[in-house]
């Protein structure tokens, strides 16, 4: 399976193609959108989803996963990423790519073992997990190529579990 992960911002939005097979999973091409701050709105969102088009078409995903926003303390920096979010989900949606979204705590959950990780932590596991000889470049991408990988374990456990979670009531020693 080919996935397609993104990393929404208005400024910078990563972006990260990565191929599972059989449990294994490499990293095909990652890469960041920039827009400028100068640039009217309509424009810089207009940028994401061309670009983002271009690598739909390019890679040609079977799936893609998108980072949810992070209000946190700055309700402000949200709004614009919110902007680009939507952005990314419209390229998806036009070439119909199906789209898994996640939370930057379910993304470090299911990349590093722990939804407090750090960025340092994020990116060390990311070059780990894909076999990289380098660190990803800008964190953008990096954060991308994460959240395709939280989609990809996430993918692969529904298709091992048939989407059903069994949880045995009783004493797990007798």
């Keep these: ?5 993104i990393d929404p911002g208005l400024a910078n939005t990563g972006w990260g193609i990565v191929e599972e097979r059989r449990g294994e999973v490499r990293c ?3 890469g960041c959108i920039h827009t400028g701050a100068d640039e009217p709105l309509d424009q810089r969102l207009r940028a994401i989803v061309d670009d983002l088009a271009r690598v739909v078409g390019r890679y040609g995903p079977d799936a893609a996963a998108v980072e949810g926003v992070y209000f946190g303390a700055n309700v ?3 709004i614009p990423t919110a902007h680009a979010r939507g952005a990314a989900l419209v390229a998806c949606s036009l070439a ?3 789209v898994g979204e996640y939370t930057p705590m379910q993304i470090k959950q299911a990349v590093v073992g722990t939804g407090a990780a750090d960025k340092r932590q994020v990116t060390f596991m990311v070059r780990s997990l894909l ?3 380098h660190d990803p ?3 953008h991408a990096a954060d991308a190529l994460a959240c395709a990988i939280c989609h990809a374990h996430l993918a692969r456990t529904e298709a091992l579990t048939h989407g059903t979670y069994v949880q045995e009531k009783g004493d797990p020693y007798s």
Excluded at 1 to 5: A, D, E, F, P, T
């Design 1 to 5: 399976m080919v996935i397609l992960g």
């Design 28 to 30: 095909r091409a990652y």
């Design 76 to 78: 402000r920096s949200a």
């Design 96 to 98: 119909d790519v199906p």
């Design 131 to 133: 076999h990289l000889d």
């Design 137 to 139: 470049k800008p964190d």
